[in-house]
């Protein structure tokens, strides 16, 4: 019986091993890909609580925007996730109601706003609230030309600016973009403009 040769002894693991390293070489370049995506294009932010009902059910996942808020500024009225200013780790989502250098104040169960440049402030006209939701606090809010208030639709329960007061530009991951689960719920994120304002 005729030995093997070597070359006929090594081939089987030259094959098997180019197989193993294709595959490996091509998880690792996905797996560069998805970080990439994930750290500067898109990433997903789960609703813990209510502080955005109706508008956003606890328990849903959010995909955000992050490349955008890059190449346009952010806008009032957006819902925008956040990572709370406290401790970094955990991440919000709430609307965004001041921009930088507004001031926002809040009293008599309404928001006021005064941009710069205005003599007086105005009210929000906030059409994403429910009927019975009501603004409470008496607080008065200078923002810094990085700054910005947010506020959750749930007034009620939303702990948001109104406590633990501005979000720095840096803290903002990007603008909601898609409810991804439930499943049945999955849907375009509607942003409002609140500035139409009753004097």
């Given at each position: ?7 006929q ?16 070489r ?22 813990r609580?209510?502080?955005?009902d ?39 989502i ?11 104040t ?45 506020m ?30 439930p ?6 994120i ?10």
């Amino acid at each position: 019986m005729l030995k093997p040769s070597p070359e006929q002894f090594i081939r089987p693991f030259l094959l098997y091993g180019g197989l193993v390293f294709t595959i490996i070489r091509r998880a690792v370049i996905v797996g560069m890909v998805l970080l990439f995506l994930h750290l500067f294009v898109v990433t997903v932010v789960p609703v813990r609580g209510a502080s955005m009902d109706p508008t956003l059910a606890d328990g849903a996942y959010i995909l955000v925007d992050q490349l955008t808020p890059r190449l346009r500024p952010l806008s009032r009225g957006e819902i925008v996730a956040f990572r709370y200013p406290q401790d970094p780790k955990q991440k919000f989502i709430k609307r965004l109601i001041g921009l930088p250098n507004d001031i926002i104040t809040v009293r008599d169960e309404q928001v006021l706003l005064q941009r710069p440049g205005d003599e007086q402030p105005i009210r929000l006209r906030e059409p994403y609230l429910s009927l019975s939701t009501t603004t409470e606090g008496d607080i008065a809010a200078s923002l810094g030309p990085v700054e910005y208030f947010m506020m959750g639709d749930n007034r009620l329960v939303s702990f948001d600016s109104r406590f633990f007061g501005d979000v720095s530009e840096s803290l903002v991951l990007g603008r909601a973009w898609i409810a991804i689960w439930p499943l049945g719920g999955l849907r375009l994120i509607s942003h409002f403009d609140p500035l139409t304002a009753s004097q």
